[in-house]
């Protein structure tokens, strides 16, 4: 077998060899290299009896076949590991916007009150077990110091003194211009229990010795508010202040009743209310109030202030008459 070396052109010998198509010298071409020659390679299959020129061929391992083919399983994993952070990302920022109030990034109102004020349950729906959202109370001074005992002011109530006054038929709001007017001529109890939801807050009227309650429903003039008013008479201005605190709806101990009447009294209770009260030495004037226009809002009664103080300025007008 001829090395096979590559040709050179036509009739031009290859280096330090004989010219292409010339018999190849005794021997054969296991000559040693001549110089500027190529030495010959291995031969495949060594008969000669000297060692193969250069050693024997060295061994290779046999080919291990084709590559084994990429298992699929670690893309799957990264894919559940990635689809996973993804939820929690999702998740978290949802918590998130929950949080701080929405997706556009206000933050929802709270309910808040001054120091002398405290903040209830929402109100529960018809069957006069509704309670205030927002509850604010005084008590009584020493302007109302003639009316400290019911020995000292004896005289019971009637409704025609208590709503003698034009201002507590129609009592108008400095804040923001809406008259609340009254709805029919007003009701009186000699039942003081009978005027209140919660065993607990009929019993403390029993200990407070009420022998009246007065109460009347206001309309605002705008048809956007209704109010409730309640007037009791108590045994002197020690009960009021205690009262004032059996109404807070933190106590859990109940709240008046609201009187009915015709639309929209109905309605109250149907949005957040908020209630104004205040001790007047043996007597307490409650003013209630809450929208019946549909507007629920998000700030748990605390707008109501301004309607349920005005409601309850119309209650209490008598009492300057009478010290």
């Known amino acids: 077998m001829s090395y096979p070396y590559p040709p050179m052109g036509p009739g031009q010998p290859p280096p330090g060899g004989q010219p292409w198509g010339a018999p190849p010298p005794q021997g054969g071409y296991g000559t040693p290299p001549q110089p500027g020659g190529y030495p010959p390679p291995p031969m495949q299959g060594w008969q000669g009896p000297e060692p193969m020129p250069g050693g024997p061929p060295p061994m290779y391992p046999p080919p291990l076949g084709p590559p084994p083919k990429k298992s699929s399983a670690g893309v799957i994993a990264l894919v559940i590991v990635g689809a ?11 918590y998130y916007l929950a949080a701080s109030g929405g997706d556009d990034g206000t933050p929802r109102s709270t309910p808040s009150a001054a120091a002398s004020s405290s903040t209830g349950g929402a109100p529960a729906s018809g069957g006069g077990q509704n309670k205030p959202a927002n509850y604010n109370s005084m008590k009584s001074w020493s302007l109302w110091d003639s009316l400290n005992t019911a020995s000292q002011d004896s005289k019971p109530m009637t409704l025609g003194e208590v709503f003698a006054d034009a201002e507590a038929k129609a009592y108008k709001d400095t804040s923001d211009g809406t008259t609340f007017n ?6 009186l109890d000699t039942d003081c229990g009978g005027t209140v939801s919660g065993p607990a807050l009929k019993t403390a009227l029993q200990g407070y010795g009420c022998t009246q309650v007065i109460r009347a429903a206001y309309v605002s003039d705008d048809q956007h508010w209704v109010g409730q008013l309640a007037i009791f008479n108590l045994k002197d201005v020690t009960s009021a202040n205690a009262f004032l605190d059996d109404l807070d709806p933190k106590s859990g101990k109940g709240f008046f009743l609201p ?3 015709a639309s929209p009294v109905g309605k109250f209770g149907s949005a957040p209310t908020g209630a104004e009260s205040g001790s007047y030495g043996h007597f307490v004037v409650v003013g209630w109030a809450g929208r019946v226009d549909g507007v629920q809002g998000d700030r748990y009664g605390i707008d109501t202030i301004s309607p349920s103080s005005a409601v309850q300025q119309a209650g209490k007008q008598f009492l300057f008459h009478r010290h």
């Not at 996973?84 to 949802?94: E, N």
């Not at 009254?182 to 009701?187: A, D, E, F, K």
Request: net charge positive; hydrophobic share 45%.
């Open 84 to 94: 996973l952070v993804l939820v929690g990302v999702s998740l978290g920022g949802a």
């Open 182 to 187: 009254i709805q029919g001529t007003g009701r």
């Open 259 to 261: 009187v009915t009447g």
